[in-house]
């Protein structure tokens, strides 16, 4: 039975890490809208972090869009 879980576990974290490569992860939006409107539910942290993992995939064009992101939320921050 542990070694079930053992494998169970492995199995999981290796769906997670593949779910969480940005190269993956954009297949699952059908528009450049619809990952604009998910990067807009992110902090201004985790939008830092997904612009590094974005960049070292080199997807440029993900990355304009996360950044521009950035920008209007660390405006309105500053605004607030």
Not at 48 to 71: G, S
Request: some cysteine.
């Amino acid at each position: 039975m542990n070694n079930f879980n053992k494998d169970h576990i492995k199995a999981l974290e290796l769906m997670y890490s593949e779910l969480v490569q940005p190269s993956k992860l954009i297949k699952y939006f059908e528009s450049d809208a619809e990952f604009k409107e998910w990067a807009e539910l992110g902090t201004p942290e985790d939008l830092r972090a997904a612009l590094i993992a974005f960049e070292k995939d080199e997807l440029y064009d993900h990355c304009k869009v996360l950044k521009q992101v950035l920008l209007e939320k660390t405006n309105e921050e500053r605004l607030t």
